[in-house]
């Protein structure tokens, strides 16, 4: 089966659930966002930036990002005709995707089970914070909170076992939204084979939790509870980032052997005493607080990118450290085109990330932005569903296409 066969439905929210889908669209799959103005995605309602009102909020920024390509349909599922029309996309659907927490759906007289009666080759995905069943099921949860609670946060932070939270990305959302993915595309193949659909359980919680998975491990081994290591590696030293001139110049570098160490020494002109006393990686890695010292202080002396380029010259793994600005410009991306500017018809040019995969065969988006709310619902309900012009009226005048 093509992407470009696919038709997804989802109601989804955040990152987690959004951004599962938002690769099937770039694919070419036809993907339905079914929202409502009474329980909006959160990227359509966050807190506007200074001079930003709530309304224009609703077309830019993480909206877009996470639901490019999609279209938006308004149904309002707590109504006897928003049911209706969303059951009429189910009944053609080959997947539906949903993050919100377990229940919901009875909540407004639907389930899992009536949905996969209705269509026996729909693939559901629900992707909870804690999974569908379970003591935690019904718990409320966010980024922080899920990374949080699968062990991830307790190893991130200074050696002295200060824990600095990663609240600058929300990590658990990103690695379920990939796993939801993965186990997407297994299903579709496996329903090749049986004809049967599946129903799909992911806890971004035990998600999270697997990318702690070498702590895991080391914890198994040894029974020492691993905690913050900082910057370091237990293999190699110096390893972190480093302070370089300038107010605010950082560089992430790594000697992995007794060579890359001596060519790290010559670039930086450290002394032969230096050089000499930390030869060897045992050394280094027994006095790795020393180490640090020695190399920041030459680094200090030098701007960024001049000690960069001159490092990685010499053949040590070396890397400025970048704000947005400056990734969005650095050659590699621009050249592989990880950014693409979508046209929006009252905001602009947006710039938006293409996944980071590339086909010889398949032109991958995004196509276009997402949609204001609603923006396709009548094509959508006439197409999928099968309604006429007098019955999508009649719907919106009863509230079930808000």
Not at 349 to 375: C, M, N, Q, Y
Request: some cysteine; proline content about 5%; aromatic content about 6%.
């Amino acid at each position: 089966m093509k992407a470009r066969d696919l038709l997804v439905v989802e109601t989804t929210t955040g990152i987690a659930g959004p951004l599962l889908s938002r690769p099937l669209a770039d694919l070419g799959a036809r993907v339905i966002k079914v929202e409502s103005n009474a329980r909006l995605d959160t990227n359509r309602r966050r807190v506007p930036p200074p001079g930003m009102t709530v309304e224009q909020l609703k077309d830019v920024l993480n909206v877009h990002e996470m639901n490019s390509g999609k279209m938006s349909v308004a149904l309002n599922l707590k109504t006897d005709g928003g049911r209706e029309g969303f059951l009429a996309l189910i009944s053609q659907a080959d997947v539906y995707v949903e993050n919100f927490a377990p229940g919901w759906l009875a909540r407004v007289g639907l389930s899992h089970a009536m949905l996969q009666e209705l269509n026996p080759r729909l693939i559901i995905l629900s992707e909870s914070a804690y999974g569908e069943e379970g003591p935690l099921s019904n718990r409320r949860a966010y980024a922080p909170i899920m990374t949080a609670l699968a062990g991830v946060e307790s190893v991130v932070g200074y050696q002295d076992g200060r824990v600095v939270p990663q609240m600058a990305g929300a990590v658990g959302d990103i690695v379920a939204a990939y796993y939801g993915l993965v186990a997407v595309l297994a299903a579709l193949h496996e329903r090749e084979r049986t004809g049967r659909g599946a129903l799909i359980d992911i806890s971004q919680i035990e998600a999270s939790a697997s990318i702690a998975g070498v702590a895991f491990a080391e914890f198994g081994l040894t029974d020492v509870v691993p905690g913050p290591q900082g910057n370091t590696d237990p293999r190699y030293s110096p390893h972190g980032i480093y302070r370089t001139a300038g107010e605010d110049g950082w560089v992430a570098l790594a000697a992995w052997s007794d060579d890359d160490w001596h060519k790290l020494c010559r670039v930086l002109n450290l002394s032969e005493h230096d050089e000499s006393r930390f030869s060897e990686e045992s050394i280094r890695l027994k006095q790795r607080a020393e180490v640090d010292v020695v190399v920041e202080a030459a680094l200090r002396e030098r701007p960024r990118d001049g000690v960069f380029r001159q490092l990685q010259e010499a053949g040590v793994a070396c890397v400025p450290v970048l704000d947005c600005y400056e990734a969005e410009a650095l050659p590699e991306f621009v050249e592989r085109e990880l950014w693409t500017r979508v046209r929006h018809p009252s905001s602009g040019d947006l710039h938006i990330t293409r996944v980071p995969w590339r086909f010889d065969s398949i032109d991958l988006g995004p196509r276009k932005t997402f949609e204001a709310l609603g923006g396709s619902t009548d094509r959508v309900l006439r197409e999928f569903g099968g309604f006429t012009s007098e019955q999508i009226e009649q719907h919106r005048s009863e509230g079930a296409l808000a």
